[in-house]
């Protein structure tokens, strides 16, 4: 029995998509029928303004920490010390523009920062063995005393107009950030996809032993994963600092774990791993902060926000397990006889 | 003799903890005048009395092999729940904290089911409970509610004198919590089971131990020290406060794993755990004592702790299976 269910086939990311799609689709239509205006993109002083446009720039940040998360938990893995990456980013950020620095060395600091992090995940989770929530569980709880110790406790204020472009530009009328963002999943996608990389991404969160048996660099492998999550993280960072200016070590990426976890759960990605669906990421994501924003709209305050959040993580959860699923192919069977 | 050199290899973690705690703890002497003193090790129980709680309940639930991330958003829902029954509704303190523990045991058993029937992860479910406990806490009130009630102002002036100092009632609490979750999972079948669950679930199965009682029973369980932790916490403060306890779980966790108790479930000790706290509050203390080293000194260290412990565990392990 246990076989049998763990030798059934995965279903495939076309139709997994459909359902994230489904759901972000009928969020965007409640919005448009509650508040007209919702859809409505103007164009004013030749860029796009519009709740559309909102969603797509204010959700970069969990788009690109979850693309990260989406190879992690590929490989069977969780990496829960992104937020902290995300305020050490930002804190390096702060920082090296204080001092003058340009803002070639500061991006490039700020994403071997996260690399680094990333690194130090990659060496915990694949040489020693940790268990990943153990292992990152660490990072998490250091890293952001080590991005406060950066700042020296304070919020620094980031007045560099190149670097703020990075989050709140405009590139030909569109949002600088969400183009920068989605080309990272294009570039992603095409790596993954168009090479063997992503097969043996799934393979080693399928089954670790028989791909390393099959000559696959197993530890390898996952151990790149992390330092890619820990990139993403880091990418995140800066896009955190350059929206809002300053270096948040106390906020900055707080609680982003748990929504790019959310974003690539609901996206179609098993948590027990061997698959992956960068596509869904992507939706999952856009349909956490549509639902953020949604909230806004309908005047729920912040603060209970996480509520229907909660309801929709336990709806995809049920929707996911092997008894649900049973049931309701049972009920449908039963449809089809009488 | 080989027997006790595998007790001693088994309760090796168990003696590391010890010696660490005993360490930091002389160091801390030397290092400021006036640490060493009953006061210090009472007002350590105080001070973490809500945390320890939270503890005691996570270690259960890590033995059995699972992980729970609500508590520190069942604390903050208790907390504000009770202030709120208490101050707006009028209702006696005693009512308030019966119905805040229903509603924490009630949260875990739910959790505990859907992960038991439904074979759905303990990550993703209880951080599901997180959120909605955190969202449900805030729902009620999104302001700090003061409890100015007789009952309340009794029992903050409540000391149980111990030499020169005194222990609080939240410290009693804790004590209490501490001796009776001890004996819980090193005395009682249930103790038992959750060990073996989390060593094997299969084998564990195969064994004829309730297995499905017992793991939702741990999560109810573990819903309860929330809670206790919550009412704890209304005592600590004299005050209701929805974001009461973000991220302690993350501490808890880390206490149990200082305390030497496998993540992985099936292997641990209570005593452990209680190090863990005095450990995990001498750190806080020394760095109050000092006054010039910064709040962010202590999540350095609590991570560099996690770090060791989880290499020391690994080495072990690591020896025991070659």
């Known amino acids: ?338 | 003799m080989k027997a006790q050199a595998r007790r001693l290899q088994r309760h090796l973690p168990l003696l590391v903890t010890a010696g660490i705690f005993v360490l930091l703890f002389g160091a801390a002497s030397v290092a400021y005048e006036g640490f060493l003193s009953l006061r210090t090790l009472t007002s350590l129980l105080t001070d973490n009395a809500f945390l320890g709680i939270a503890a005691v309940g996570m270690t259960l639930v890590i033995f059995s092999g699972g992980i729970d991330l609500s508590v520190g958003a069942v604390i903050g829902f208790t907390s504000i729940f009770t202030a709120t029954l208490i101050e707006r509704t009028q209702v006696p303190p005693g009512v308030a904290w019966v119905l805040a523990l229903a509603a924490g045991t009630a949260m875990g058993g739910g959790m505990g089911a859907l992960i038991h029937f439904y074979r759905l992860p303990p990550f993703l479910i209880t951080l599901a409970g997180l959120f909605l406990a955190r969202g449900a806490a805030f729902w009620i009130n999104t302001e700090s509610v003061g409890i100015g009630h007789a009952v309340y102002n009794r029992l903050s002036a409540f000391e149980v004198p111990v030499g020169p100092a005194s222990l609080t009632a939240g410290a009693v609490v804790l004590l209490a919590v501490l001796v009776l979750g001890y004996g819980l999972a090193h005395h009682t079948r249930l103790g038992r089971t959750l060990l073996a669950m989390g060593g094997s679930e299969q084998s564990a199965l195969l064994m004829g131990l309730p297995i499905g009682a017992a793991k939702v029973g741990v999560y109810a369980l573990n819903g309860f020290c929330g809670a206790l932790a919550g009412i704890v916490a209304t005592l600590y403060t004299g005050s209701g406060n929805p974001s009461m306890g973000v991220g302690l779980e993350l501490d808890a966790i880390a206490i149990v794993v200082i305390g030497g108790t496998l993540l992985t479930g099936g292997r641990g000790h209570l005593v452990g755990t209680i190090l863990g706290i005095l450990i995990f509050g001498t750190i806080q203390a020394a760095i109050l004592f000092d006054g010039r080293l910064s709040s962010w000194w202590m999540r350095i260290v609590v991570g560099g702790l996690l770090l060791a412990f989880v290499l020391l565990q690994r080495l072990l392990l690591g020896r025991r299976r070659t």
């Open chain 1, 1 to 338: 029995m246990k076989l049998a269910e763990s030798s059934r086939p995965a279903p495939r990311p076309r139709s997994v998509v459909l359902w994230p799609l489904a759901g972000l689709c009928l969020l965007v239509l409640l919005n448009a029928v509650i508040n007209p205006a919702f859809l409505k993109i103007t164009l004013l002083d030749g860029h796009l303004y519009g709740v559309p446009v909102d969603i797509l720039v204010q959700g970069s940040r969990t788009l690109l920490v979850a693309l990260g998360m989406t190879l992690v938990i590929a490989t069977g893995g969780v990496d829960l010390s992104v937020g902290s990456v995300v305020a050490i980013a930002g804190g390096v950020c702060a920082v090296l523009l204080q001092s003058g620095h340009g803002l070639g060395l500061t991006l490039t600091l700020a994403v071997l920062a996260g690399m680094a992090a990333g690194t130090v995940n990659g060496i915990l989770v694949a040489r020693l063995g940790l268990q990943p929530i153990v292992a990152t569980l660490i990072l998490m709880v250091a890293g952001r005393g080590v991005a406060q110790l950066l700042v020296d406790g304070q919020v620094i204020i980031i007045t560099s107009a190149p670097f703020e472009y990075l989050a709140n530009g405009f590139l030909a009328g569109l949002p600088v950030a969400p183009l920068w963002v989605g080309a990272c999943y294009v570039a992603t996608h095409l790596i993954l996809r168009h090479s063997a990389l992503g097969l043996f991404v799934e393979a080693v969160g399928d089954n670790e032993r028989a791909s390393r048996f099959a000559g696959l660099a197993a530890s390898r492998i996952k151990a790149l994963a992390y330092v890619f999550c820990g990139t993403c993280a880091g990418l995140a960072g800066i896009l955190t600092a350059a929206n809002i200016r300053a270096a948040d070590a106390y906020r900055a990426g707080e609680n982003m774990e748990l929504d790019a976890i959310f974003a690539v759960v609901v996206g179609g990605t098993a948590l027990s791993g061997g698959r992956f669906v960068i596509l869904g990421t992507a939706v999952g994501a856009l349909l956490i902060q549509t639902l953020t924003t949604t909230m806004y709209n309908l005047g729920v305050p912040p603060a209970i926000a996480p509520v229907p959040k909660a309801a929709l993580i336990i709806g995809v959860a049920l929707l996911q397990s092997d008894r649900v699923s049973r049931w309701i192919t049972g009920l449908l069977r039963q449809r089809g006889d009488t």
